[in-house]
């Protein structure tokens, strides 16, 4: 039925969430190998896409320059990157386009497309829902990946499988390998990779509290604290605050290159971030910190990852910034129960 259709997946950032998309792609892919996919998606999340063997077509556009020029009112910027989408779609038909995205800017975008089917999903903010001609059922779960792939139920198509898709190149095992023998890292001990800081403040566990859990690790774990570049500062922080021998990476690896090492690795401990899902999709095990977001709605779906969930009163504010600035929910959580739990699954 929908073998020769032309879908446009509208799912702009972030990381995680763009990881959680993936099981769409694929599913459709299943059900209709030669249908076309084209899914437009923002430059920093872009590069989790380009391998991906379900898509046909990565179309980038820059969300994070138009909000910038828009902020600044840089009209003649918000123009040029309004007039490149308007291009896009002049060049290009869809029979159907599924936002996945559920703001007031996906709504547009999926508008612009003048797509007779444009789905959306149920619940969603901004008046995104006015952009659609229709909605996917609400559904029990609270989980992104299940909301996301709700909509494949107006296509008549549901899948329980929930696995992200992340291909790695080979060219990324010879990277790996070179750092491994860069850092004199040994592959045959194991290496647990610390990614300490995510987008939320409210999120974050303090660089106090991961140099503690750190310190009671057994010497023979090997570490690597990660990030990006904005977390350079946080990383170096907690290498002076801990007695271990760490590696610092943090700012000095691609996302692509981060997923290869994530995959050579024994372990992961990072809160709700990126790098969870990234870890995720490799099939890399995690501990992963919760206290304003739950595990139910963000978390992995498929075995092999441990939640350590706050037990403050507070928790699951879903907040960005705690509102009594004490980020009490995060602080509860304490060192030495995330380091007994690494023991536990290192089998030390």
């Known amino acids: 039925m929908f073998n020769n259709t032309k879908f446009l997946i509208v799912r702009l950032s972030s990381i995680g969430d763009v990881l959680h998309a ?3 792609a694929r599913t459709l892919k299943e ?37 910038k020029a828009a902020i600044h009112l840089n009209i003649s910027k918000v123009i040029q990157s309004w007039q490149a989408l308007k291009i896009f779609f002049k060049q290009h038909h869809f029979d159907i386009v599924l936002d ?32 659609m001609t229709e909605l996917a059922p609400a559904i029990d779960s609270p989980h992104m990946i299940k909301r996301y792939l709700s909509v494949l139920q107006q296509l008549g198509i549901e899948t329980t499988d929930y696995h992200l898709t992340l291909p790695l190149p080979n060219q990324f095992d010879t990277f790996v390998k070179d750092f491994f023998t860069r850092y004199k890292i040994n592959p045959l001990k194991k290496i647990l990779m610390i990614n300490p800081r995510t987008s939320w403040p409210n999120k974050n566990w303090g660089n106090q509290h991961f140099a503690s ?41 691609s996302l692509m290159e981060m997923a290869a090492l994530l995959k050579h690795i024994d372990l992961l401990l990072t809160g709700d971030t990126g790098a969870l899902h990234i870890a995720t999709a490799v099939m890399t095990p995690t501990i992963s910190l919760w206290g304003p977001t739950r595990p139910e709605q963000y978390g992995p779906l498929v075995k092999g990852h441990t939640f350590i969930c706050s037990d403050n009163e507070c928790r699951n504010c879903n907040k960005t910034k705690c509102r009594y600035k004490t980020n009490a929910c995060m602080n509860q959580i304490e060192p030495a129960s995330v380091a007994k739990k690494i023991h536990d699954l290192l089998t030390l």
């Open 31 to 67: 059900n209709y190998p030669n249908c076309h996919i084209t899914w437009i998606v923002s430059q920093t999340a872009a590069e989790l896409l380009k391998h991906n063997p379900d898509i046909d077509e990565l179309f980038i556009w820059s969300r994070e320059e138009f909000e």
């Open 213 to 253: 859990c750190i310190d009671l690790l057994d010497p023979e774990i090997q570490l690597l604290i990660s990030g990006g570049p904005s977390d350079k500062k946080d990383a170096a922080e907690i290498m002076t605050l801990t007695n271990k021998q760490v590696i610092n990476i943090a700012g000095k690896t």
């Open 100 to 131: 996945i995205h559920g703001l007031f800017m996906s709504g547009i975008i999926t508008r612009l497309s003048q797509s007779k089917r444009r789905i959306g999903m149920a619940g969603t903010r901004e008046l995104n829902r006015f952009f």
């Open 22 to 24: 993936t099981p769409v």
